[in-house]
């Protein structure tokens, strides 16, 4: 199952690549197949609604999507190199993504750093597997 939702993560890169011309690289560090299947619906509901925001707000060109899977935890970064935001205002996109993460026991951050960097922290709970 996990090969699947790697395989359906790498479609949506797909999609949006071709809808917006947006470059965009795709990082994957550690053993992201072992990652459970409950912090899947989160990596790709978040990595779509990020990379929307993007296309949206950045005027980027450029964006990088990360995935690693550390020991315990695995951490889902997408960084751009569009105009970034000085005040963020956290509208509907942000806040579902942040509950989303809360859902899984993890967290949501947002910086502005030359881009907007939109990272999800999420908790691996071996047992929580469905």
Avoid: Y
């Avoid at 965009?24 to 990595?47: A, C, D």
């Avoid at 989303?100 to 502005?112: D, K, P, Y």
């Amino acid at each position: 199952m996990p090969a699947l939702k790697l395989a359906e993560l790498q479609a949506l890169l797909d999609r949006f690549r071709l809808d917006s011309g947006l470059v965009i690289r795709f990082v994957e560090e550690g053993q992201v197949e072992s990652l459970p299947n409950s912090l899947w619906q989160v990596i790709l509901g978040n990595t779509r609604e990020a990379l929307t925001n993007v296309i949206r707000h950045a005027g980027a060109t450029e964006a990088t999507v990360t995935l690693k899977a550390l020991p315990g935890m695995a951490r889902l970064e997408i960084s751009d190199n569009g105009r970034g935001c000085e005040d963020i205002v956290e509208g509907m996109g942000l806040s579902g993504m942040r509950e989303r993460a809360r859902e899984q026991g993890g967290s949501l951050i947002v910086r502005n750093e030359g881009g907007l960097r939109v990272i999800t922290l999420l908790p691996k709970k071996e047992l929580q597997d469905d």
